[in-house]
């Protein structure tokens, strides 16, 4: 299928937020928790309230006898969340721009049996199979709005037609992560970051047939505010 967009978009997104994320990934405190003001992303410690809902999709794949729990994370950094998808019992595959996150990754638990690969999503040459669940964790919301088409075509088409569920995880547009100024709203920076409400998501997503199954709240230890979005898409 040849998907529509600007190629030139994708890659100034590319890389201008490999060129960010390296840096993060190859400093000191990349490898160690340095407490309550980094970032989430940078804990070794998988998202807590992803746990039950990945649970319940590698329990209805199972219970259902549809076949592959194959889980694709997007932008997976140090692997935290890709560690958490298998300990539940999903194959999975994580897949980041940065060679650094990747290191990490690799290094961190050497024996896991996660097939980590240094590529940018755009480029992911996809198994003909579909994934039952791809996760997004903190990558959709740097995405300038040029790259949103594409991004959305992909990953309906990565997704298996049938079960399918997509989990995004993003920063929501709240006075708080306002006030605190957890984005970069400005596409010619390096790094970009833009805030969402829900209406928002659904929007950007319902061209593709995506519809949202669910929202729950999140938050981290620095206050910053998330939502987590289930979502499925019907094939015509
Ligand atoms: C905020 S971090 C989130 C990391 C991880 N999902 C987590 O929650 O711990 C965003 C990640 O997306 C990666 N990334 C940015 N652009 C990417 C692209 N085009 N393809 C794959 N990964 C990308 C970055 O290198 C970074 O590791």
């Known amino acids: 299928m040849v998907l529509k967009c600007s190629h030139t978009s994708i890659l100034s997104q590319d890389s201008r937020e490999k060129l960010h994320y390296e840096s993060v990934w190859s400093a ?16 070794k410690v998988g998202r807590s309230s992803l746990k039950p809902i990945l649970e319940r999709i ?12 194959g889980l694709l994370d997007v932008g997976c950094g140090n692997g ?11 194959s ?6 940065s060679s650094s996150a ?16 240094n590529t940018s999503f755009f480029e992911f040459a996809a198994p003909d199979e579909g994934y039952a669940a791809i ?5 959709f919301h740097h995405l300038r709005p ?43 920076a390096i790094h970009f970051t833009r805030l969402y409400k829900p209406e928002n998501i659904n929007e950007i997503f319902s061209t593709q047939g ?3 199954l669910k929202v729950e709240p999140d938050a981290d230890a620095s206050g910053r505010e998330f939502s987590i979005h289930l979502l499925s898409a019907v094939h015509d």
Do not use: M, W
């Open 58 to 69: 590698h329990r209805n794949n199972r219970g259902q006898g549809k076949g592959t729990t």
């Open 210 to 212: 995506f519809t949202t």
């Open 102 to 117: 990747i290191e990490l990754a690799k290094n961190s638990r050497p024996d896991a049996d996660i097939r980590f690969l």
């Open 146 to 188: 040029a790259c949103h088409e594409y991004y959305v075509e992909k990953i309906r088409q990565l997704l298996r037609p049938d079960t399918g569920r997509f989990i995004l995880v993003h920063l929501v547009d709240t006075e708080s992560n306002r006030a605190q100024r957890h984005y970069i709203d400005d596409p010619n």
């Open 92 to 97: 999975v595959d994580a897949l980041d721009i």
């Open 135 to 139: 996760l997004d964790d903190g990558f």
């Open 28 to 43: 000191p405190s990349a490898g160690s928790n340095i407490g309550n003001q980094q970032p989430q992303y940078l804990s």
């Open 80 to 90: 935290r969340n890709s560690f958490l998808a298998a300990s539940i019992g999903f």
